[in-house]
């Protein structure tokens, strides 16, 4: 139990120390590095309490994928150091949709861990066996693509939405681009790649006609 | 008391594990020179040692002693820890990896998410080198190289859903198990094929070696590294290929299952079975370096998006519909 309680605080203060940094840390790449160690604890924390295919999940989506798209775009784009800031110098003109956001989630909080004063009553109320014999894999699995499998598919078409829109809106057709068909060099044979021609002295041949 | 008793045991058991891995890298990275010479026939290094074998011990002893240079502009601590996460997260992987059926460090429920997770991590080790670096030709090696591995990533956990539909465990013991009478390579021998060539993309191995193509890039995201740090990455990377061969086997060369169960092969110990499994991939990959020529970067992603995903997905299907129709999906214990 010891050893159970010394990693619970090491990755809760891990976690909470690292999503301190990402709002406060000066260089947008740093705020990344520290968003993937935040992820990465929270990961454990999952798997701490016994929920090891949401960890996994949590570690392969969020670190594995979304950080990396992440990382890549601060990079490429080349976001300087955050000039702005609450105090000093220029004042950044996110900071009054910032303040809605951070107030509703505040208020969102509350309720959460108001709500735990109630979580014994709703715990003895419903006759919902816990069954420990199941992997919870296994029991993810069997409530996904039964009971909420509507949620499930909806929540797929919203992500296949998003992505097209966000292709649509990117994509520009250039023209004149070389592009290379692969079908059309696979099927180059030599009758029409090769040709002998008789060449005149001091007259030469004319290429691409 | 008692948990100090249960650390020492477990650290005794890690390094027990890890020693092991590390010599055996050491060998194969011998062993990778040494078939990449005769196939182009060449000797390959045969002087230290009897037959070359310790030519790898030599590099690193001469790795030890050279002088780490950190180049002035570059930020020292993601520099610096880039190499150490790429080594750890090599290493880290083979804890859940079965060498028989009790032969394992940690014998966890979703052991092949695990292995997906500490894999699909290997990509920092290369992005933070190469961003760290602060200088052109590791950046572009890194920004290819997390466009590789993120691309052949996603095909990769498609092939694992194929093998979990005919397994229904995520357990590697189960998936071994599962694989008792017939080896998944028979029915999903392209599955198979897609992701050896996948773990070729993954590992940044030739032909897909375009983060350290030395023609265009010098050496990629390892360009500005010397002495031990370099060998970090470099050893990194071979525990890396050596994981893939690991996976490889696992999925679907029955792991550590002799390939049929009469008597001279079920004699022989289960663990023996795994590393040869293991080698004969590993010779595979050393072959395929020395004889097919690099890709070109936009062939890569063609292949990786355009080629192996749709294939990929569509076995999925065929997979599933096949189970469902002849009843053969996987009851399991549960």
């Not at chain 1, 989506?61 to 080349?78: D, E, H, R, S, T």
């Not at chain 1, 009054?96 to 109630?118: D, T």
């Not at chain 1, 014994?120 to 919870?136: G, H, Q």
């Not at chain 2, 392209?190 to 030739?206: D, Q, W």
């Amino acid at each position: 139990m010891l050893a159970h309680a010394i990693f619970f605080y090491f990755f809760s203060i891990l976690a909470i120390f690292s999503a301190l940094m990402v709002i406060t840390s000066r260089s947008t790449v740093n705020s990344v590095f520290f968003l993937i160690l935040d992820f990465i604890s929270v990961g454990c924390l999952f798997i701490m309490v016994g929920a090891e295919f949401l960890g996994m999940i949590l570690l392969i989506v969020y670190v594995g994928a979304v950080a990396v798209l992440f990382l890549f775009v601060v990079m490429m784009l080349n976001v300087a150091q955050q000039k702005q800031s609450w105090f000093v110098g220029q004042k950044s003109t996110h900071i009054p949709s910032g303040l809605i956001v951070s107030v509703l989630i505040l208020l969102e909080l509350l309720v959460v861990v108001g709500g735990w004063k109630y979580k014994e009553n709703i715990m003895s109320s419903s006759n919902l066996v816990i069954d420990t014999s199941t992997t919870n894999t296994h029991s993810i699995g069997s409530v996904m693509y039964t009971d909420y499998i509507l949620y499930f598919q909806l929540s797929g078409v919203i992500l296949l939405l998003s992505m097209v829109g966000a292709i649509i809106l990117t994509y520009r057709k250039r023209e004149n681009v070389k592009t290379q068909s692969y079908l059309k060099q696979i099927s180059r044979d030599k009758a029409s790649a090769v040709m002998l021609k008789d060449v005149e002295f001091n007259k030469g041949v004319k290429i691409d006609d | 008391m008692e948990y100090l008793n249960t650390l020492i045991n477990e650290i005794y058991k890690i390094l027990f594990l890890v020693i092991p891995i590390l010599v055996s890298v050491a060998m194969i990275v011998w062993l990778d020179r040494r078939v990449w010479g005769l196939v182009q026939k060449r000797r390959g290094p045969n002087v230290v040692g009897p037959f070359g074998l310790f030519q790898t011990l030599a590099d690193a002893l001469k790795y030890i002693f050279k002088e780490i240079i950190i180049p002035a502009s570059a930020n020292k601590t993601i520099f610096i820890l880039a190499p150490i996460i790429t080594m750890t997260l090599a290493l880290v992987a083979w804890a859940v990896i079965p060498l028989s059926e009790t032969l394992v460090l940690s014998n966890i429920n979703v052991g092949i998410l695990y292995l997906f997770a500490i894999s699909s991590l290997g990509v920092y080790g290369i992005i933070m080198g190469g961003w760290a670096s602060n200088s052109k030709y590791p950046f572009l090696g890194a920004i290819r190289s997390a466009a590789q591995m993120v691309s052949y990533e996603v095909s990769i956990g498609i092939i694992i859903i194929n093998v979990l539909l005919c397994v229904g465990s995520l357990n590697l013991n189960d998936i071994v198990l599962a694989q008792k009478n017939l080896w998944y390579v028979i029915p999903l021998f392209p599955m198979f094929v897609v992701f050896f060539i996948s773990a070729l993309a993954e590992t940044n191995r030739p032909p897909f070696d375009l983060p350290e193509a030395e023609a265009e890039l010098v050496a990629g995201y390892q360009t500005e590294y010397s002495g031990m740090m370099y060998a970090m990455f470099w050893l990194g990377e071979y525990a890396n290929i050596l994981l893939m061969c690991a996976m490889g086997s696992i999925l679907f060369l029955g792991g550590w299952l002799p390939p049929l169960d009469i008597y001279p092969l079920n004699v022989v110990p289960a663990p023996f079975w795994m590393i040869f499994k293991i080698l004969f991939l590993f010779f595979l990959f050393a072959v395929i370096k020395a004889i097919v020529p690099r890709y070109r970067y936009d062939q890569l992603m063609r292949l990786g998006w355009k080629v192996f995903l749709p294939f990929s997905l569509i076995y999925v299907v065929l997979t599933a519909s096949f189970l469902l129709y002849f009843d053969k999906l996987p009851k399991g214990s549960f």
